[in-house]
């Protein structure tokens, strides 16, 4: 009916007529689509498009690496405004994704937290662990054992290069 399409009978926000009648948008926001017939007849109509989410999630991590300890956590707080959390939102290190939001370490070092979205979007944030102390203290003792007599010194000499030796190491 009527005199059909123009061979480029689609227009998108303004820009070039096209024969293309699909249009790829990658942000939030209302969108014009004109379509025009053979001999320039043209209907306009307008969407408006809500749910598109870049965003990646806003991330906070935080680590008990103030104090010496055998172990150090490393907790993670999460939060996404567009399509939300994905269920398995958390990993470690490039391990696999999970829902665990904490994350127990045992030697220092640099640790990647990545936390995606429902679509996708990843935010990584690191962690750096330097106050776990794993290595008992080095000891040397010495004592005249050679000789006789009534009482013996033992002497103690005792090092440590992690946390450093308690207050009352003897």
């Not at 480029?8 to 699909?22: D, H, I, K, L, V």
């Not at 025009?36 to 906070?60: F, L, Q, W, Y």
């Not at 490039?94 to 937290?113: D, I, M, Q, R």
């Not at 010495?142 to 010194?153: A, F, I, L, P, R």
Request: net charge neutral; aromatic share 8%; hydrophobic share 30%.
């Amino acid at each position: 009916n009527g005199a059909g399409l123009h061979n480029q009978a689609y227009r998108f926000n303004s820009g070039e007529w096209t024969s293309t009648n699909m249009f790829e948008i990658s942000k939030n926001g209302t969108y014009t689509i004109e379509v025009r017939d053979a001999i320039g007849n043209t209907s306009i109509k307008k969407i408006s498009i809500t749910h598109i989410d870049t965003e990646a999630p806003k991330v906070d991590i935080t680590c008990n690496d103030s104090i010496w300890s055998k172990k150090s956590t490393i907790a993670v707080v999460a939060t996404d405004t567009g399509a939300g959390l994905h269920n398995k939102a958390y990993r470690l290190n490039g391990g696999s994704w999970g829902n665990t939001k904490t994350f127990e370490v045992s030697e220092n070092g640099t640790y990647v937290v990545d936390v995606r979205d429902a679509l996708g979007n990843i935010t990584t944030k690191t962690s750096g662990v330097t106050k776990i102390d794993v290595s008992a203290p080095k000891a040397n003792i010495s004592c005249d054992v050679g000789t006789w007599s009534q009482k013996k010194t033992i002497t103690v000499m005792a090092t440590d290069n992690g946390s450093g030796l308690h207050s009352q190491p003897y």
